[in-house]
């Protein structure tokens, strides 16, 4: 078992990343429901929500039956930090997270992000503001460092665990990275292998298929694994590696049937959320996603980017439906 403050999760769990325009309730209800062990909300603004901004509001909705479920705060100012996790505190989710490895520069520069891993004492001041402020446990996802020259995590990692935090995910590139290039997991096996650090120590970057992730696990001995683009339009990736873990068996993909399933339980609660006509555009960005690969859907997906009502989604689905099973196409 792994824990985090007095939250209990399995051995080796699986993370849902904190994903903007991704992991709101919608999405991570898909992915709990096939087998996510912990998942963070969209990262939110500290400033946002001390000005009670709407959109950083709405991102504070969290759901029983995801938990243990953690809300994601940024920002650079230690009284601004300590006060939102005070707001976040009122919601009760399971824990808070920092987010100190966002790359996008509009985050970065705000002294925000992966912005603060230039400076470490501003990192170990803004943390500590939030683990004092909060009852709730603290935890961080944060990067290697900021360029190749600048690598910095195995001071990050010792220092942020002094300040009280209770995990510590790692992205293994830099900010200089983005997202491109090849992640580098030997950082974080180095900080396992630290006996100074106690905390658990979660993976995350380049995962994306159950192979993948039984290697990184054997290879570089961290706690669980943080998932985030491969999960996008894939949630069944939770259960795939779960299943692979336990028999060494990959399991089918999803069929046309579970494609089509998905969408409909994503656009019907992404509706209940949001409001039919605001829960439909915010689906328009996940159907290429679902049908990833699948072949012919591009004659589908205007039709789908054309749904306003979710009669209309029902409509579709049954058409394009209709269309595969009676295709000879080999979709598996």
């Known amino acids: 078992?792994?824990?985090?403050?007095?939250?209990?999760?399995?051995?080796?769990?699986?993370?849902?990343?904190?994903?903007?325009?991704?992991?709101?309730?919608?999405?991570?209800?898909?992915?709990?429901?096939?087998?996510?062990?912990?998942m963070y909300s969209e990262f939110i603004s500290s400033e946002g929500l001390i000005r009670d901004a709407i959109k950083s509001r709405k991102k504070l909705d969290i759901f029983d039956y995801e938990r243990p479920v953690g809300i994601q705060i940024f920002g650079?100012?230690?009284?601004?930090?300590?006060?939102?996790?005070?707001i976040v505190e009122t919601v009760q989710p399971d824990l808070v997270d920092i987010?100190?490895?966002?790359?996008?520069?509009?985050?970065?520069?705000?002294?925000?992000?992966?912005?603060?891993?230039?400076?470490?004492?501003?990192?170990?001041?803004?943390?500590?503001?939030?683990?004092?402020?909060?009852?709730?446990?603290?935890?961080?996802?944060?990067?290697?460092?900021?360029?190749?020259?600048?690598?910095?995590?195995?001071?990050?990692?010792?220092?942020?665990?002094?300040?009280?935090?209770?995990?510590?995910?790692?992205?293994?590139?830099?900010?200089?990275?983005?997202y491109k290039g090849e992640a580098d997991w030997e950082h974080i096996s180095r900080i396992k292998q630290n006996p100074n650090i106690e905390i658990p120590i979660f993976g995350n970057g380049d995962v994306d298929s159950p192979q993948k992730a039984l290697e990184y696990r054997q290879k570089y001995a961290c706690d669980g694994i943080m998932i985030g683009r491969g999960a996008i339009g894939y949630p069944w990736i939770f259960k795939e590696i779960k299943h692979f873990f336990e028999t060494g068996e990959l399991l089918a993909g999803p069929t046309i049937e579970e494609?089509?399933?998905?969408?409909?339980?994503?656009?019907?609660?992404?509706v209940e959320w949001k409001g039919e006509r605001a829960g439909l555009v915010e689906m328009r960005q996940h159907y290429s996603n679902y049908f990833r690969g699948i072949p012919h859907f591009k004659e589908f997906r205007k039709a789908f980017l054309q749904v306003e009502t979710l009669e209309q989604m029902r409509e579709q689905i049954g058409k394009t439906h209709e269309f595969y099973l009676n295709s000879p196409l080999d979709i598996s």
Do not use: Y
């Open 1 to 38: 078992m792994v824990k985090i403050g007095p939250i209990t999760l399995p051995e080796f769990p699986l993370l849902l990343a904190p994903m903007e325009d991704v992991s709101d309730p919608p999405f991570r209800r898909l992915c709990k429901a096939h087998g996510a062990d912990l």
């Open 99 to 178: 987010n100190f490895g966002c790359p996008v520069k509009k985050v970065v520069c705000k002294g925000a992000g992966a912005g603060v891993l230039k400076d470490i004492d501003l990192m170990v001041r803004l943390t500590k503001a939030v683990v004092s402020s909060t009852h709730l446990p603290v935890t961080v996802k944060t990067r290697l460092g900021w360029d190749s020259d600048s690598i910095n995590i195995d001071e990050v990692a010792q220092r942020l665990q002094e300040t009280g935090i209770k995990a510590l995910t790692i992205h293994a590139r830099t900010r200089a990275q983005m």
């Open 259 to 270: 494609r089509l399933e998905a969408v409909s339980l994503h656009a019907h609660w992404s």
């Open 76 to 86: 650079g100012d230690e009284e601004a930090m300590a006060l939102s996790a005070r």
